[in-house]
Nanobody
Framework: QVQLVESGGRLVQAGGSLRLSCAAS????????MGWFRQAPGKEREFVAG????????YYADSVKGRFTISRDNAKNTVYLQMNSLKPEDTAVYYC??????????????????WGQGTQVTVSS
């Protein structure tokens, strides 16, 4: 079983940038595809970005395409989410998640097996 710990969330002004990290432990990192999700108050958790085990396949929600970049460093057992041109509507708790099917990138939260505790991102206008 893999444990996931997110970090990097903070208050940032609109138009700014932020990089989130998610460190994995307790499992073989390359056995998992990884995803980032977010949940704003009063809203459902939504898919943000996903990456397969090698980093060769990525997928983004339309709302972040062109602004966010997901990447992973398998030597460091870490997945990143680089967020640029942040908007107030990006404010949410951001979660990373691991999928035991390493070759695919999927959107439904129910397809992910392990979750971190989340990190708060607040974008001020």
């Amino acid at each position: 079983q893999v444990q996931l710990v997110e970090s990097g969330g903070r208050l940032v002004q609109a138009g700014g940038s932020l990089r989130l990290s998610c460190a994995a432990s307790g499992g073989t990192f390359t056995r998992y595809a990884m995803g980032w999700f977010r949940q704003a108050p009063g809203k459902e958790r939504e898919f943000v970005a996903g990456i397969n085990w090698s980093g060769g396949s990525t997928y983004y929600a339309d709302s972040v395409k062109g602004r966010f970049t997901i990447s992973r460093d398998n030597a460091k057992n870490t997945v990143y989410l680089q967020m640029n041109s942040l908007k107030p509507e990006d404010t949410a708790v951001y979660y990373c998640a691991a999928d035991r099917e390493p070759s695919r990138v999927v959107q439904p939260a129910g397809d992910y097996d392990y979750w971190g505790q989340g990190t708060q991102v607040t974008v001020s206008s």
